[in-house]
């Protein structure tokens, strides 16, 4: 940034008679949000012109350099949010901690809702929830992403699991998936045809690693017991297809806190 505009900058920002009103920061506030929603689904605009506009209309005593500041001032407020922000307004490093709370607030009785999707999460219900609502959003901007991931510490829990069970009924299966009858898609790195244990009560609903609980499935079938829409009726499928099957009562997971993992489809 050179010294005219950082100067330009400074003088627009620190007068106490050039102090921003609520009213201009609501302005600044809507006009990045607007383009925020334009940028997010693929359609054009010119920065360059809602600034125009914005000095011609309610930011009328503002340098054309204060506006673009005061848009990456808004842009370090989202990237706190871990909200996407407009690529071509880089968030601020000098920002203020007052001013970016300030930003914050504002921003959040300003209609950020559509950017909850957008928000990373550890939880696996939740990640399902925000991409099924994405999808049915025209993503036009391709997501920056994350080179580094941060990481959460979960309390989860992993089931005892007895190996004749799994090897017994793999071997009933002979390399065909006991739901869909097609053959096992690729062999293990045991080199034995690959399918899925799946447990029709879950363990984490109480239901037993027993034989009369066990299927063996392909991935694809694995998943729909797990993930489809209609995953309620494909289970019940199964206990009308496979006589050894038994019906067992569901009863509620222990703690709402703790992640149940099964090997098979973790």
Known sequence: MTGLLQMSISQDLTQG????????????????????RLELSGDSYSKAEINRQLREGPLATRT??????R???????????KMPWITGYLPARNIGSAVKEKMIALLKTSGIDFLKAYVPTSHVEALDVKVAELRQRHMGKRPLGSIRPATETRSTTTY????????WVLQLASGVCEACDCKAPFL?????????????????????????NA???CPNCHRRCHYAYDRDEFKLALYEKIPRL????????????DVFIEPDVS
């Open 17 to 36: 008679s050039q102090a921003w009103s609520d009213a201009e920061l609501v302005s600044a506030v809507q006009a990045y949000l607007h383009m925020l």
């Open 64 to 69: 054309k350099a204060s506006v673009e500041f």
């Open 71 to 81: 848009m990456q001032n808004i842009s370090a407020a989202l990237y706190e949010l």
């Open 160 to 167: 005892v699991r007895d190996p004749a069970v799994k090897a």
């Open 188 to 212: 293990g790195q045991d080199g034995l045809p690959y399918l899925e244990v799946h447990h029709v009560m879950p363990l984490s609903s109480h239901g037993s690693d027993t034989p009369s």
């Open 215 to 217: 299927v063996a499935l």
């Open 246 to 257: 038994v019906l067992e009562v569901p009863e509620p997971i222990q703690s709402e806190t």
